[in-house]
C-alpha cells in the first residue's frame, strides 16, 4: 500500500520559515514527480511547487523566490523550504506523487501564518 507521510508543519510568525518533509513508502519505483499542493477552506487545492524525476521544478507565482523544493537523498523524498511567510500561505499541505497511471496523495500538515 502507497503511503505519503508529511511532517514540518506548524505555526509560525510572518517572515518565518518553515521545512516540510514527504516521505512515501510503498512504491517500488521513483514517482515521475512529486509535489506540494494547499488548500484553504472554500478553494480548491492549488499547486504550490513541484519537481519532476528529471528535477524540473515549478513553482506558483505566489511563492516563487520564497519557497524551495528539493528531493531527499532517499527514494521518493521531498521537502518545501518555505522562507518570508506571509498569512496567505496558511493552509493544509498536501504532498503528491504521480506514476504514469496513478496519483497519490498524503493526509496533508497543517502550516498556519501569524500576524
Known amino acids: 500500500q502507497v503511503q505519503l507521510a508529511e511532517s514540518g508543519g506548524g505555526l509560525v510568525q510572518v517572515g518565518g520559515s518553515l521545512r516540510l518533509s514527504c516521505v512515501a513508502s510503498g512504491v517500488a519505483v521513483n514517482f515521475n514527480s512529486m509535489a506540494w499542493y494547499r488548500q484553504v477552506p472554500g478553494k480548491e487545492r492549488e499547486l504550490v511547487a513541484a519537481i519532476s524525476i528529471g528535477d524540473y521544478t515549478d513553482y506558483a507565482d505566489s511563492v516563487k523566490g520564497r519557497f524551495i523544493i528539493s528531493k531527499g537523498n532517499t527514494k521518493n523524498t521531498v521537502y518545501l523550504q518555505m522562507n518570508s511567510l506571509k498569512p496567505e500561505d496558511t493552509g493544509i499541505y498536501y504532498c503528491?506523487?504521480?506514476?504514469?497511471?496513478?496519483?497519490?496523495w498524503g493526509q496533508g500538515t497543517q502550516v498556519t501564518v501569524s500576524s
Open positions: 503528491n506523487g504521480k506514476l504514469v497511471r496513478s496519483n497519490y
